[in-house]
Every structure is written in structure tokens, then in C-alpha cells.
């Protein structure tokens, strides 16, 4: 197994204490005493595995570190961790909050890339998976949207429109990829 896939296996690792400092914090925002400490280890936890996965990225690319394991490890480390924190952060009751109908657009994207990808493994025995460039930017979009969210910085709003259109247009792109993959085998 490659450092690269190590890295990201410590990724899909850490969510567990990410999600566990969120809700202690969430909670002590409920009872109207609101620890920090909690807050910024839920920074701390979510900055790492954020970069990780520019890390291993770059070890893979650069490093000849590429694997099957790494192309289906890597994706699914990013939709655990931005889910996790999406939900995490929401239901906790931390005191900025995102739009609902941000966060179930970001999950919807997700869930129907998965979907569709799963589909077309089923029905014709492979999926090609090509990552596209905008689906890394809107991955390190959502997660600058969540850190703006945690910092709770100013200004919030424009940053969930951008995420938002990145995350339409890449959606757009990963479904057009999939119906042009079920169009050739129909064929």
C-alpha cells in the first residue's frame, strides 16, 4: 500500500473525532456556554484532513503513487469528510449555519455521482471514473466553505453562492460523463 493511500486512510480515520468535537461543541453552544477549545479542535481536525488530501494527491501524482485503491479510497474520503462536517455542523447546533438547501444540494451532487457511477458498474460491469478539474475545486470549495463557517468569518454568503454554482456546474459535468458512458454501451 502507497504513503499516498496510507494518508488518505487516515483521512476516512480522523472523521470520527472530528464529528465527535463538533457535537461537544454544538452542545455547549446549546447550553448556552459555548467552549471553544471544542470549536477549534474541530478546526484543527477538519484543516488537517482537508490538506491530506491535497497531500496525498500530490504524492500520488508526483511520486508515482497512483493505485485503483487510490482512485476509489480518495473521492470517497472527501464526500465522508464534507457530509460528516455538513450534517455534524447542522445538527449539532453550531451557531453559523449554512443554508439547508446548501447542504442538500452539496449532498445531492454526491449522492448522484455515486448513484450514477454504481448504476452504470451494475448494469455494464465498468465505470470509467475520470476525475474533472471541477470537481477538485468545488471539494476544496465546499471545504472553505465549511472553514469560513467554523472561523465563523463574515461574509459567508458569497462564498456558499460560489460553492453553490461550482458545485451545479461539476454536477452537470460528472452526469453528462455518465449518460455518455451508458450511451456507448446502449449502442
Known amino acids: 500500500m502507497t504513503l499516498a493511500c496510507k494518508i488518505t486512510l487516515a483521512r476516512i480515520g480522523i472523521i470520527p473525532f472530528f464529528v465527535w468535537t463538533a457535537i ?10 459555548p467552549v471553544e477549545a471544542w470549536r477549534w479542535a474541530s478546526i484543527a481536525i477538519f484543516a488537517l484532513a482537508a490538506g491530506s488530501d491535497w497531500l496525498d494527491g500530490y504524492l500520488a501524482r ?44 452539496v449532498i445531492s451532487r454526491d449522492a448522484v455521482s455515486v448513484g450514477v457511477a454504481l448504476l452504470i458498474e451494475k448494469l455494464y460491469g ?47 459535468i460528472h452526469l453528462r460523463s455518465g449518460l ?3 450511451n456507448r454501451h446502449t449502442q
Open 62 to 105: 508526483n511520486f508515482g503513487q497512483s493505485s485503483h485503491l487510490g482512485a476509489l479510497l480518495d473521492p470517497l474520503a472527501d464526500k465522508l469528510l464534507m457530509i460528516s462536517a455538513l450534517l455534524t455542523m447542522t445538527l449539532s447546533g453550531w451557531r453559523h449555519q449554512l443554508p439547508v438547501w446548501f447542504i442538500i444540494l
Open 126 to 172: 465498468h465505470c470509467e471514473v475520470k476525475p474533472h478539474p471541477s470537481g477538485k475545486v468545488t471539494t476544496v470549495m465546499v471545504a472553505a466553505t465549511l472553514l469560513w463557517q467554523m472561523l465563523e468569518w463574515r461574509g459567508l454568503e458569497w462564498l456558499v453562492y460560489l460553492t453553490t454554482t461550482l458545485s451545479l456546474f461539476s454536477g452537470a
Open 180 to 182: 455518455a458512458q451508458i
Open 24 to 33: 461537544e461543541h454544538g452542545r455547549s453552544v446549546a447550553s448556552g456556554a
